[in-house]
Structure formats: structure tokens, C-alpha cells
């Protein structure tokens, strides 16, 4: 009789439905950020195939800045933090390294580095094309990111979650 021959059935699907759940933990665990990816992807591939002064062409191609700033709020306030900023935490690996100022304020740099890349390609891109389009709304996007990580810090909303946690503090 072999080790497997002692193993009751129950125990075996026990161990079998384990190795099924770290698939399903992962997409729970990035539901949001992979529901976001998933839009984009498909306003992408209908933009592609759209005719951009089309009405559907031009919700296309603003659809995919505003899903796309979206995902980029989701994750950017995942992994930097903007000190003050109620949305954005400091990862613990990030509560040591490196200068304090930095640390404190790596959100607004990581989004003022990017905005600055889409800025300089949307300068070298004809506006009125179809990657043009994209990217400038993807530049208007960036600027409004920024805005909300700062408003957030210092500007209050009454009845706004996030509002009363900074006035608590």
C-alpha cells in the first residue's frame, strides 16, 4: 500500500482546492487594478479600430486617459505616498530607505516625472491624430491626478471620507 493508498479522498481535495485558491487570492487580491487594465485594453483595441473623429472614436480615445488615470491613481498610491495625502500609504519596505523628503513626497514625483515624459511626447506628436488625441488627454489626466493628490492634503469636503480623516488628524 502506498502513502497516497492511506490519504482519505477528503483530504486530498482539501489539498487540491489549496493549490486551486493562490490563482484566486492573486485576482482578489488585484481585482481592482486588473478590472481597471481590462478596460483600457479594450478601449484601446476599439480605438484602434475606430475612426477618431467619430463620435465612438472620440469616446474611445477619452475613455482610455480617464480608465487609464484611473488604474495609475490605483496602483501609483499602492507602492508612493504623498505625506498628507489620505489615499496614498507608505509601503512598510519603503518606511527606512532612502531621505525622508523623498519618501514623503514620491507620489507627486513619480506623477510629475510621468507627466513630464507624456508632456514631451505629446509635444513631438501631431495633436489631431489618433495617438495625439490620446496622449493629450493622458497629459490633461496626469495634471488632474496631481490636483487631487494635493487638493487631498490640504482642501476639506464636508461629508467626504477621506475629508474627515484629514481633519481628524
Do not use: C
Not at 46 to 57: E, F, N, V
Not at 67 to 93: D, H, I, N, Q
Amino acid at each position: 500500500m502506498g502513502v497516497t493508498d492511506l490519504q482519505s479522498p477528503s483530504r486530498l481535495r482539501s489539498r487540491h482546492r489549496t493549490a486551486d485558491r493562490k490563482p484566486l487570492a492573486f485576482l482578489r487580491a488585484h481585482s481592482l487594478s486588473l478590472g481597471l487594465a481590462a478596460f483600457v485594453v479594450l478601449w484601446l483595441v476599439l480605438y484602434a479600430r475606430a475612426d477618431p473623429s467619430s463620435h465612438w472614436g472620440a469616446f474611445y480615445g477619452n475613455s482610455i486617459a480617464d480608465w487609464f488615470g484611473s488604474l495609475v491613481t490605483v496602483v501609483a498610491t499602492k507602492f508612493w505616498y504623498e505625506k498628507g495625502s489620505v489615499e496614498s500609504r507608505l509601503p512598510p519596505r519603503w518606511r527606512k530607505r532612502g531621505p525622508q523628503w523623498l519618501r514623503d513626497h514620491s507620489l507627486t514625483l513619480v506623477i510629475l516625472l510621468t507627466w513630464a515624459i507624456w508632456t514631451g511626447w505629446y509635444r513631438g506628436v501631431d495633436p489631431n491624430s489618433k495617438a495625439g488625441q490620446v496622449v493629450g488627454n493622458v497629459v490633461s489626466e496626469w495634471g488632474q491626478i496631481l490636483g487631487l493628490v494635493w487638493f487631498t492634503k490640504v482642501l476639506y469636503e464636508r461629508g467626504s471620507k477621506e475629508s474627515a480623516n484629514a481633519r481628524s488628524r
